[in-house]
Structure formats: C-alpha cells, structure tokens
C-alpha cells in the first residue's frame, strides 16, 4: 500500500508540467469570474467550465496512454521494480496517480465552479456531482490508457483508447440499444457534462458511475495481467 | 555453501515481428552463485550479461528454464527486499541524493529514522554526504553511479547484483567501490558483479564465469583460471635469448615459459651454459589473456604475455 501511494506521488511529481498547465486553464476561469459580469454572462462561464471538464479527460488519456513508456524509455522503471514493489502494485500506483492528478483538477475546478457558476444560478451541488462524473470518467479513460501503455507506444495507445472509448459505445448503441452507449460510459459521462446547463443542471448518474469505477477495476487487472508478461527491460521502440 | 543465485539452464530469445529473426541472448545458461562470494560475470558486448541480470531480477521473462535467487523463482517480488540491484545505465528521478536514497528504500519496506539513518550512512559510505541534498540531475555519470549503488545498498541487501558499477567512476571512487563490496563479502554478503573491468575482477572475485554469445564459455575460481596450465616462468642471466625458444630478453635478464615436466632439465641447461637462474615461478595469466582466449577464440594470437611462450628447448 506505501510502495503504491509514494508510486502516485511520485508519478504526479513527474507530471508537474501538464498539471501545472491544466491549472492555468482553472486559473483562467476564475480570472474570468472575478472580471465577467456573472448574471449576464454566465452562458460564457459555464462554456469554459465545460470545457475546462473535457480538458481534464483528455488528459488523463494522456497521462495514462504516456506513463509507462516514459518510464521504460528512460529506464527509471528498474530501479523501481528492482525493490519490492510487484507489477500489479506498481500499475496501482499509476492509475492512482493518474486519479489524483484528476482529482486534483476536478477540486480545483469545482471550487472555482462552484465561486463562478454559484452567483449565476447553477445549484452549487451539481457542480460538485458533475465533477464526480469527471473525475469517474478520468479513472476509467486513464486506465484504459495505461492498459494499452502496456504494449504500445503513447500515440498508438491514446489512439486506441480515443477509438475503444468512443467507437465501442457508438456501435453498441446503434447495433443493439441506445442504452449499450454505457458499455463505456467515459462518452455518455462527458456529454452528461457537457450537456449540463442553467435550465437542466443534470447530476452524476449513480450507476453509470458505479459502472466507471467498476470497469476501471476491471481494466486495472487487465492491465495487470499484459502487464506480467512485459519484457520491461527491452528498451521501448 | 548455499547457492545464493542459480541459473538453471535459462534461456532468453528475443523476436520482433513475426517472420523476423529471432535473436538467442542467453542459450541453456546454467550457473550458481554460492552465499558469500563475489561473483565475476564477465563477457563481450551483447555477450547476454545484462539479460541474464535483468531475468533474475524478474524485468523479463525467460523462453525456456529458470532460476531461483536466494531460495525463490526469479521474480517474486518479496525476495527483492534482500536484493540490491544497480543497473548499467544509471536512471533514476531527478530529486536530491537523499531523498532518493529514502524513496528507494521506502519501496522496498523501510521507513521511519531507521530509514534516514541508513540513507544518510551509504551517502556518506560513497562519498556523497556533501552532495545529499543536491539534486542528481546536475550530478555527473561518476556521482549518478554512485548515487545508484547508494539506493541498491540502503536496505543492507543480503545479494547484490551489480551490472557495471564502476564504469564511470574515477580512480579513487573504484577503490573506493572495491572496499565497500570486499567488506560486504567480509559481512556475509553476496556479489554478483558484471563488469568490463578485468583487472577490478581479477582482484575482487572470488570465481569468475565468462559468457559468449549467450553461453557460457568458462567458469571457475579466478585464482584457478589465472593458473597458467602447468607451466613454469623462468627468469635467468648470463644466457643469449635463443637458447630458449620463445625466450625474450629484457632489462639483463632472459625471461620464458617452459613445462614443469622439463622444468628440472631446463634449469640444468641453463647451469650448463653459465647462466644463473633469478627466478622460476608458476606461470599466471591476466585475466584479460583468458577472456580474449575465450571470446576471440584464438587465445594464442590474444595472448601477448608469458603465458604464450613457448616451450624450452632442452
């Protein structure tokens, strides 16, 4: 459990940079908040909010599609696995720091919801259940990520991620039912995001939630497994 | 004595993509390491050396056979607790000395001023004491090696497995190195050490195993292999150099290699011929001669010194 959390620590240390930029994003929202005139100009605010939320998604996709192989590129990855830190531990550790990185936002960023967003009408409490659906979205995407970092390069892997995420729910949704578009439900969590609005705050869906965290397990232990059998050694194409 | 590492016919193939050529890194390896030495583990580049590291330490997975290290598969993760492992290529995150020490050893369990205390006491056992709270991204290859083997010692590993840990140290900072791991050795502690370095094998291994293109080509007690095989070294005065076949002079003296079998008549000639015997001494070979013999496969043409000598005539 200790090897796992210094592991995220240390993996949200590495990715200081890109946290660093996502926060400017935040810090331009509430800039905005401060400035705007929020009754009036609130459509405006919940936009960037919105968008500030997808940002986040994305670059969990990012984080997980690129935190392998950036360790096995650099070659840190041994001196890691050369103590007593198993694989599956080790994989925990990033996709827990893949989550704080994304919680970190989401608090940041519903915070500064909840201060901009407020005053203009939005119920302070469905900011917080949209940024639960983000932050179960981020787990999931960067999960997924991280299981195809395993054995592809960061461009291929958040490709593949970007098509299993998307295209999946798409065809089940069209081929069997327009429910099957929560097979994966990082899609249907971000539209939820997106579609909320001042007339219709829609809040987290406890089961598609539920089903995120669930299928992250699911994909963290899948991952785990391709994982075991990874020549780490052999240097990364 | 117990094997503290054994490589029990390992083999390592590397393929690409399907229909590309397979490449044979290690080939039936088959070793033990006993509790207590300092294990040599010599070998060209691309000898298989490091992958034979990298097997034991789990970073890969072997296509045929295995191995155990200290009484376990290769890979359980629980074992590496009493393992300290230092790779060729230094890498490791670019925060201070010190904290990376105690990063190091936190994975691997430890924790609290037990933790600190030890961090603190390998910093200062490589010399690095005044550098602890530098961060190891401005250090130099020579410090970020040692910085290395500062991590791999901190938890008191009862296994070392060290692949090149003097490669860019300087002069000192191999004495230094050499100290530190014949102490370890006097504590009980076993070293498995790759290295390029010949003459730092020669003086600090106890047995010595030399891997070609996968396999391995000799092993043995170091002292045994730096036998030369039953010759004897004659230095004499007073006798022209071709006497002896094989004989050069230098410096006033006639120096050669002759049998031990005709070691007697040789000395007899010599006396006949009015010359004095300085010293007669069994022949050793450098490590070096050996390796070039067993890599090269032409160890007369790579063997420049005594041991290539010919026999007396007499």
Redesign the interface.
């Known amino acids: 459990m200790k090897s796992m959390f210094l592991i995220a620590i240390n993996y949200m240390r590495e990715q200081r940079w890109p946290i660093f930029v996502l926060l400017l994003w935040i810090l331009l929202l509430a800039f905005l908040g401060l400035v705007a005139n929020i009754p009036r100009e609130r459509e405006e605010l919940l936009f960037i909010f919105k968008q500030v939320a997808v940002y986040i998604v994305v670059f969990s996709i990012f984080f997980g599609g690129s935190a392998i192989y950036n360790e096995r590129k650099t070659r840190r990855i041994l001196a890691v696995l050369s103590k007593a830190v198993g694989r599956q531990q080790y994989l925990s550790g990033l996709v827990l720091g893949v989550t704080l990185a994304s919680a970190l936002f989401c608090i940041s960023l519903g915070i500064t919801g909840s201060w901009t967003l407020g005053p203009g009408g939005f119920p302070i409490l469905q900011v917080w259940y949209l940024m639960v659906d983000v932050i179960a979205a981020c787990m999931l995407a960067g999960t997924v990520a991280l299981m195809f970092s395993t054995f592809l390069n960061p461009f291929f892997g958040a490709s593949a991620t970007a098509v299993m995420l998307l295209g999946i729910p798409a065809i089940a949704s069209r081929v069997i039912s327009p429910a099957w578009l929560n097979v994966l439900p990082v899609y249907s969590l971000t539209a939820g995001v997106m579609k909320a609005s001042f007339g219709m705050p829609r809040g987290a869906n406890g089961f598609v939630v539920a089903l995120a965290v669930a299928e992250t397990i699911a994909f963290w232990v899948l991952a785990a497994r391709i994982f075991a059998y990874v020549d780490i050694a052999v240097a990364v194409e | 004595m117990a094997a503290a590492l054994e490589f029990l016919g390992i083999s390592k193939e ?1 393929r690409s993509l399907p229909g590309r050529r397979r490449l044979i890194a290690l080939d039936d390896f088959r070793v033990s390491v006993e509790a207590g030495e300092i294990f040599g583990f010599l070998g060209p580049n691309g000898a298989g050396k ?2 034979a590291m ?1 097997l034991a ?5 072997a296509s045929r056979g295995g191995g155990r290290m200290l009484g376990y598969r290769f890979g359980h ?2 074992t ?2 009493r ?1 300290g ?1 230092l ?1 060729e ?5 670019y925060r201070n000395a010190d904290f990376l020490v105690r ?2 050893g ?4 430890m ?1 609290g001023s037990h933790l600190a205390r030890r961090a603190a006491e390998v910093l200062q056992l490589l010399g690095l004491q005044a550098d602890a709270k530098r961060n190891v991204g401005k250090f130099s290859r020579g410090m970020l090696q040692r910085v ?1 083997l500062a ?2 010692l901190v ?1 008191d590993p009862d296994l070392l497995i060290l692949d090149e840990p003097t490669s860019a140290l300087d002069p000192q900072a191999r004495v230094l190195v050499r100290e530190l791991l014949l102490s370890a050795r006097a504590a009980g502690k076993t070293i498995f050490l790759s290295s390029h370095l010949l003459s730092e094998v020669e003086l600090v291994c106890d047995r010595v195993a030399i891997l070609n293109h996968g396999k391995l080509a000799r092993v043995g007690r170091t002292g045994d292999l730096l036998k030369g095989a039953g010759q004897t070294e004659i230095v004499a005065r007073n006798i022209a150099a071709g006497e002896f076949a094989g004989a050069r002079a230098e410096n006033g003296v006639v120096r050669f290699c002759v049998g031990q079998d005709v070691q007697r008549e040789t000395f007899e000639r010599i006396w006949k011929l009015g010359g004095e015997i300085v010293s007669a001494n069994p022949a050793t070979r450098s490590l070096e001669e050996i390796f070039l013999e067993v890599t090269t496969g032409n160890g007369k043409a790579a063997m420049p010194t005594s041991a290539n000598a010919a026999r007396g005539s007499a």
């Open positions: 590397y490091s992958t990298h330490m789990g970073f890969m997975r993760v629980k590496r607790r393992v492992f790779s290529n230094v890498a490791l995150y990063f190091y936190a994975l691997n369990g924790g290395g991590q791999a938890n």
